[in-house]
């Protein structure tokens, strides 16, 4: 996901500095990289001097290595927040744009879909460490007066994906298909998501960088949720994927996943008002995608 903000807002013409605790990959136009945690802004901030915006996405994905090690989830997510604010702080940026989640609602059932009003009630420990994190950005943002924009995307996909990440499902059916391996089918399939292409959750999270627009009614900043309003059975992922790929579709059924959401869609009308609605189809997408892990 980072790589691909990176790019886009170099590609629109700002400077970039991009902070990561691992080397960046191939390809990343940044004006500056500092391979360093974010957990520790006391070591970044120097070397950056001065930002006019702070966008977080660092982030433990993972809904399974969350339940069976939420310390370290905790350390990684709430601590990582907590030190991204202290670091837009130290480096006097105006303004802070945190990468939420969609899990922080739940399994909502017969109230789809969510808009951003919808009740939050965590499921999993990785749901409930965005939560929190989006707590440490409200009152970071009400006792610093920094300008907050908070996103909460669905189940983002797109090259690079990570297979083992939140989300990693499209990434997981493609290395299994072109591997001419079943795919795996976790509980009944039937579990619905909101799949957003990560080139529309990026050009959400740079939209309007410069002029935000007033804050959204009876909320304290900005608030989005970043879907297409479309959802998609596992069982419709799985079967739009093999007729991609033009194989046989198989599966390989699992037990749930502890913290696993059933159901989750998004009305993503207050984006749209925004401006910056979703653009890339499911069909388009998908077929992006299996076109990107095509072996080089």
């Known amino acids: ?50 930002a006019d915006v702070v966008i977080h996405l660092a982030a433990d994905a993972s809904v399974p290595h969350g339940e069976r090690a939420p310390l370290a989830m905790a350390e990684d997510n709430m601590a990582g927040t907590a030190g991204a604010l202290e670091l837009a702080e130290a480096v006097e940026a105006r303004q802070f744009r945190f990468a939420s989640s969609a899990a922080v609602y739940g399994d909502p059932a017969g109230q789809l879909p969510l808009t951003e009003d919808s009740p939050t009630a965590p499921l999993s420990f990785y749901g409930w460490s965005k939560w929190v994190g989006e707590q440490w950005c409200r009152r970071f943002a009400h006792t610093r007066g920094m300008e907050l924009v908070i996103f909460r995307p669905g189940n983002i996909y797109g090259p690079g994906q990570d297979a083992a990440g939140e989300g990693g499902v499209v990434a997981r059916f493609c290395e299994r298909l072109r591997a001419g391996q079943p795919l795996v089918r976790e509980g009944t399939g039937e579990q619905v998501r909101d799949y957003i292409h990560v080139s529309d959750v990026a050009g959400a999270l740079l939209h309007r960088l410069g002029d935000p627009a007033p804050p959204c009614e009876g909320t304290a900043g900005w608030l989005f949720n970043v879907g297409t309003g479309v959802g998609v059975t596992v069982n419709a992922l799985g079967a739009a994927l093999a007729h991609i790929a033009e194989v046989p579709l198989e599966w390989q059924p699992e037990a749930s996943r502890p913290g696993d959401i059933f159901a989750s869609v998004f009305d993503p009308h207050r984006l749209a008002a925004w401006g910056r609605p979703a653009e890339v189809g499911l069909e388009q997408g998908l077929a992006d995608m299996w076109q990107a892990t095509a072996p080089q």
């Open 1 to 50: 996901m980072g790589r691909h903000v990176v790019r886009a807002a170099a590609a629109a013409g700002h400077d970039v500095v991009a902070v990561d605790r691992r080397a960046p990959g191939a390809g990343i136009e940044a004006a500056a990289w500092i391979e360093e945690d974010v957990r520790y802004p006391e070591r970044i901030a120097p070397a950056i001097g001065y």
